[in-house]
Structure formats: C-alpha cells, structure tokens
C-alpha cells in the first residue's frame, strides 16, 4: 500500500480480555516496529523486525505481549490479559533497511483503552 | 544509554513568525541520526527534518531548519514563516548509525513540544 495501516483505529476492551493489533507496513519495507505511547510520552519501543524474525524484542514490558509477522509483511501484536495500564496508541513504523537512511514511516496508530 | 531532552513542553508563535524548539541528547557514540518528527491530532509520526551526524552542515527542508551542535550535543528545530498547519507536537529522536550486526535502528524519543501557531 501507499502507507502504513493499522487497524483498528480504535479499539476499548475490558480488564482481562485479549486483543490483537494489526500493522500493514509500506509494500517492500523489511523492517517492521511496534512503539507505544502512552498519553502525554513519546513513544517506546517494543519490538522490532527484520523480515519474518524479532530482531529485538527488549522493549516488550512482560510476557502478555507477543507480536508476529509470518509472512514477512503484515504484522500482528497480540495482548493477553489487558489491563488499565495498557491503554496508549500502538504505533507501527516500518523501513526500508537496504537505504539505510534511518528514516521510518509510521501509520496513524492504533489507540487502545482498557476499562 | 542513550537519552533525548526535550525542556520546552508547550511552545506558542504568531502565524509566519519564527520559533525555535530546542533539543538535547545524551551518547557516547559518534556516528548517529538525529530527527525532528511531526505528530499532527490525526497521530501519525510525520518525519519533519533528519540530520546525519557526521555531517557538519545543518539540514534544511524548505521552511524547516535544524542548529546541530555535535559538541554540545544539541540539535534545536527552527521553524520558520510559522503557519497554522504546523500545530501540533514535535518529537526530537534519536538513533544508532552502527551497521550491520546489533544496529536495531530503534529511535529514542524526547516527550515532546506541543507548539500551537496562532492566528
């Protein structure tokens, strides 16, 4: 596609329930991220990949989050067990690393609330 | 480890006045990318402005220019002819130009400059 999607754009569930993130990245782009923003923060880094595999994984907070990108493109961040805490806007980025210009191209997000 | 300052949390400029956000970081590296991001209500990073840090002259996109100083590790956003499109919060961030091997390109973000041009 011409951008990053995400979907959904929006999204409220209650304490304890699961949910799934969808980041479509920028046709061609191998490198994938997922960053959280919480109200007021600049965003965090959660994951990155580079392909199919998590190159780094160091910023996701504990083992209720996990993020998948089978086929190379689409990637998902799946939660477990929300809670209030989680609530912020995931922000998928992706790049394309063979430029080597540092420069990501984000997606609108998706904001996620925890009641 | 890395860190990115930003002390300005809201910011205000008359309509095609100038403004100037500051931005101060923390590395021991040498070889790195600074940037200047743009996040509109519509919450979609939009890349304003990029500087490679090996290189001495400071980056310019048209009514946007940046103040680099490597030794006093500081890189302010000078926005200049100020227009109403241009509210919205700036990020400064930060990222390893290492290559190959253990470089993740992970940005470090500052918290942010809520700048409201008005009218």
């Known amino acids: 596609g011409a951008g990053v999607s995400q979907t959904p754009s929006n999204k409220v569930t209650e304490k304890g329930k699961y949910v799934e993130l969808r980041c479509d990245p920028i046709?061609?782009?191998?490198?994938l991220y997922w960053y959280r923003q919480s109200l007021g923060q600049g965003p965090e880094f959660l994951i990155y990949?580079?392909?199919?595999?998590?190159?780094?994984d160091s910023g996701l907070p504990n083992d209720r989050f996990f993020a998948v990108r089978p086929e190379g493109s689409v990637s998902t961040l799946k939660i477990q067990r929300t809670e209030r805490g989680d609530s912020a806007v995931y922000l998928c980025?992706?790049?394309?690393?063979?430029?080597?210009?540092?420069?990501?191209?984000f997606g609108e997000g998706s904001r996620l609330t925890v009641l | 480890a890395q860190t990115v300052t930003q002390s300005q949390p809201e910011m205000s400029v008359q309509e095609a006045e100038t403004v100037t956000l500051s931005c101060t970081y923390d590395?021991?590296?040498?070889?790195?990318?600074l940037f200047w991001y743009k996040q509109p209500p519509s919450r979609q990073m939009i890349l304003v402005i990029r500087?490679?840090?090996?290189k001495q002259q400071n980056a310019t996109e048209n009514r946007f220019s940046v103040n680099f100083q490597k030794a006093a590790k500081s890189f302010s956003l000078k926005i200049s002819d100020s227009q109403l499109g241009d509210t919205a919060m700036y990020f400064c961030?930060?990222?390893?130009?290492?290559?190959?091997?253990?470089?993740?390109?992970?940005?470090?973000w500052g918290l942010g400059t809520s700048l409201a041009v008005n009218p």
């Open positions: 980025a992706s790049s394309r690393v063979a430029a080597n210009t540092g420069e990501l191209f």
């Open positions: 990949f580079q392909g199919t595999g998590a190159a780094d």
């Open positions: 046709s061609g782009h191998t490198a």
């Open positions: 500087q490679e840090a090996y």
């Open positions: 590395t021991s590296e040498n070889n790195y990318y």
């Open positions: 961030a930060f990222m390893k130009a290492r290559y190959g091997a253990g470089n993740n390109r992970k940005l470090i």
